[in-house]
Every structure is written in structure tokens, then in C-alpha cells.
């Protein structure tokens, strides 16, 4: 059993376009976030969530927006998508977002924007 | 804000030598967490070893080991008997609630 899924795992589409990235736990936490990881691979927090909630928004383009249906979710949505939005996108979930917690990653999804 | 310095960009070690990752951090608070997370090139990130800034003993997970000195601020790694199973990059990474500030990685190689 996958502990945190993303889906897809490769998305390649053109500037300008519209997409979404999913993401599903069934670990029973409390609290997911997506991070970035640039060409360069330094990796950045870019939002959490608890139950539900808005934590963090790590001074992201509004034109991503997440979105959580409820605690097992955490979908990201982009629009009109730049050269600059290319990365790995990572998803995970801790149990209730404290600092001791271990933050479990999803698989990543490559996003390529040509 | 949290800042993460990992000042080895790749290293390099033969297998069942040991290697040690450097990392230092900026910050003022007194009980905070840190991480050292691996990411082989299957991509997926996963936790090599914890510790707890309050804690004096240093963290231990069979060949992982860490060097923790609070006043100097530094948290490094030490990989006992590499294994080629090791080559990956390893992020250090400083814990705040809600987010994990990582550093810049250090990618190593594991010669057969």
C-alpha cells in the first residue's frame, strides 16, 4: 500500500495551459504540503494544510492553488503555466504538522512546461 | 528565517569506507528538530535520521550516525560501511511546525 500518492508522475504540456496535480494519504494524518524541487534540486516548502486549513503559503504566484477536499487530499492546481514552473513537485503528510514529526513524501510528480 | 548550509556539493567514497556530509544552520530558537532526508535516483525522498535539539545524545540508525553540536550549530552525517545501495542525494533539513527547511543537498557516489 502507497503511503502518499501523487498522480501523474510525469505531466509534460505547453505554456499557458491549465493543470492539476493530486495528491492522496492514507496514513490517517492531519496535515499535507507541497513542496517544489527546482533544476538544481534545492526543494522548497510552498503550502500546508491542516484538516483542511491553509498553514502555510510560502509566498507562491496565486496562480497556483491548492485545494484539500478533506484530510486525505491536497490537490494542486496551476494556471497558465511559465518556462519557470518545470520542477518536481513533491506531496506529504505528517500527522498533525508538529516540528518533531517525520513528513512522509509522495513520489514526486515532474512537471516539464515546454 | 531558518537557513541550511550544505557546503559539499558531491562526495565521493569507496564501498565500506566511511563518509561524513557537513551541515550547519542558522537559528535563534532553543528546541527545535532536525532531519537528514535521502533521495536516490528513483526520486523518492525518504527519512534517513532525526534529532532532537534538546537531546545530547547523538542520533544513531545502524550505519547512520550524526555529529550533533548545538553551539556550533552544526549536524553532520556519518555513513558507516557504505553500501552502492547509498548513492543517492541527502538533504539536511532543519524542522519548524508546518514546514522543513532543507539545504542545498549533497549528492554521493558510492564506488564498487
Known amino acids: 500500500d502507497t503511503a502518499v500518492s501523487q498522480t501523474p508522475k510525469y505531466l509534460v504540456t505547453q505554456m499557458g495551459n491549465d493543470k492539476s496535480i493530486k495528491c492522496e494519504q492514507n496514513l490517517g494524518h492531519d496535515t499535507m504540503y507541497w513542496y517544489k524541487q527546482d533544476s538544481k534540486k534545492f526543494l522548497k516548502i510552498m503550502f500546508s494544510?491542516?484538516?483542511?486549513?491553509?498553514?502555510i503559503n510560502e509566498t507562491v504566484p496565486n496562480r497556483f492553488s491548492p485545494k484539500s477536499p478533506d484530510k486525505a487530499h491536497l490537490n494542486l492546481h496551476i494556471n497558465s503555466l511559465e518556462l519557470g514552473d518545470s520542477a518536481v513537485y513533491f506531496c506529504?503528510?505528517?500527522?498533525?504538522?508538529?516540528?518533531?514529526?517525520?513528513?512522509?513524501f509522495g513520489p514526486g510528480t515532474r512537471l516539464l512546461v515546454l | 528565517a531558518q537557513t541550511v548550509t550544505q557546503s559539499q556539493p558531491e562526495m565521493s567514497v569507496q564501498e565500506a569506507e566511511t563518509v561524513t556530509l557537513s551541515c550547519t544552520y542558522d537559528t535563534s530558537e532553543s528546541n527545535y528538530y532536525l532531519f537528514w532526508y535521502k533521495q536516490p535516483p528513483s526520486r523518492q525522498m525518504i527519512l534517513v535520521i532525526r534529532?532532537?535539539?534538546?537531546?545530547?545524545q547523538n542520533a544513531t540508525e545502524n550505519r547512520f550516525s550524526v555529529n550533533f553540536q548545538k553551539a556550533a550549530k552544526s549536524f553532520s552525517l556519518k555513513i558507516s560501511d557504505s553500501q552502492l545501495g547509498d548513492t543517492a542525494m541527502y538533504f539536511c533539513?532543519?524542522?519548524?511546525?508546518?514546514?522543513?527547511?532543507f539545504g542545498a543537498g549533497t549528492t554521493v557516489t558510492v564506488r564498487a
Open positions: 533539513a532543519f524542522s519548524n511546525d508546518y514546514k522543513l527547511s
Open positions: 506529504a503528510s505528517s500527522p498533525a504538522g508538529g516540528r518533531q514529526e517525520t513528513q512522509y
Open positions: 534529532q532532537e535539539a534538546y537531546k545530547q
Open positions: 494544510y491542516n484538516n483542511k486549513e491553509l498553514i
